[in-house]
Each structure stands twice: as structure tokens, then as C-alpha cells.
């Protein structure tokens, strides 16, 4: 044995933050639990159905709390707020994927898509003309992917309104 402190005694940055987290989950599904299970008159207590999620649910409330606890006493603060703010930009993305989702019936499958491949690959931080028109290139390939090889059935833009109707159908079928 090593006379070295254990590098795990210091608590890791964002620690405090899941467990608080998930000691909240945990509290919400204990708060929960009597609505969601069923326990049973004249059955015994190891054949009720609510038995086993009742342990799980109470064990995760009571770990959780006493990890929360022991972290709670010894974290610094600072740090765990700049963890926060880490996890925090993960959300952008989110925003991202929403803009996508709520463009592709407005303007479509293929022209969104050709739009958010490369718009993303800029904010990765990827500048080249290369690059950006590989991004668009990948993008088409899942269109095509989806569209003409699984078959995905996409709904029709509403910009494909303004289409002459050989065109709409064309488009609305195939982008």
C-alpha cells in the first residue's frame, strides 16, 4: 500500500451537479411511486409487483442522498458552476436540431438539409470551402440515402406549393 492520497478523495468537477440531479429524479419517482405500483391485499409481501421498484426507487433516494451529502460538504462551488455552464452549451445544439426539424416542412427535406450540414460543420469550426461543400455533399447523400434507398416517407414542403405540378409531385416524392 501506497502512503499517497487516493486521487478520488477530491471530488471531480460537475460530481456535485449529477448527483444533486439525480437525487432529484430519484425524490420525483419516490414521490411518484404510489401511483405508478400497485400493492395487492392477501398477497404476500415478495410476490407484490410493486416490491422490487420500491427498493430500487428507495435505494437510489437514500444513496443518492448521502453521496449528495458527503459532496455537498467538501466541493467548491466555483468550480462546479463552470461545470454547469459545460453541460449548459450542450443545448445549442438542441436549438440546432430544432431549427432543422421546424425548417424541413417549410422549405424542405433536401434544401434544409443542404443548409444545416454545412451551417453546422461552420460552427464546428470547420472553414474551408473543402470542407463546407463536403458537409453539403454528406447531406445530400443522407437525402438520397433515406429518400431513394430506405424509402423514408418525408411530407412535402409547404415552399413546394409554389411548384408548377410536375414539378411539386417530382419533389415531394423524391426531396
Known amino acids: ?7 478520488r478523495a477530491h471530488a471531480v468537477p460537475g460530481e456535485l451537479l449529477f448527483v444533486g440531479l439525480f437525487l432529484l429524479f430519484s425524490l420525483f ?12 391485499n392477501k398477497t404476500k409481501w ?16 437514500v444513496f443518492g442522498g448521502l453521496h449528495f451529502y ?5 466541493d467548491n462551488w466555483r468550480r462546479e458552476w463552470a461545470e ?3 453541460w ?17 416542412p417549410v422549405i424542405g427535406y433536401l434544401p434544409a438539409t443542404l443548409i444545416m450540414a454545412p451551417v453546422l460543420a461552420f460552427r464546428m469550426g470547420y472553414r474551408s470551402a473543402k470542407t463546407l461543400w463536403s458537409a ?11 429518400k431513394a434507398f430506405l424509402e423514408v416517407k418525408i411530407p412535402g414542403a409547404m415552399i413546394y406549393e409554389y411548384l408548377p405540378s410536375g ?3 417530382f419533389m415531394i416524392l423524391n426531396f
Open 46 to 61: 415478495s410476490a407484490q409487483p410493486a416490491l422490487w421498484p420500491s427498493i430500487g426507487v428507495i435505494g437510489m433516494a
Open 70 to 74: 458527503t459532496r455537498f460538504r467538501k
Open 1 to 7: 500500500m501506497s502512503d499517497q492520497p487516493s486521487k
Open 136 to 146: 453539403a455533399g454528406v447531406g445530400f447523400a443522407v437525402v438520397l440515402l433515406f
Open 84 to 86: 454547469a455552464a459545460v
Open 167 to 169: 414539378l411539386r409531385s
Open 29 to 40: 419517482l419516490l414521490v411518484r411511486m404510489p401511483d405508478q405500483v400497485k400493492w395487492f
Open 88 to 104: 449548459l452549451r450542450a443545448f445549442e445544439f438542441v436549438g440546432w436540431f430544432m431549427l432543422y426539424v421546424y425548417s424541413v
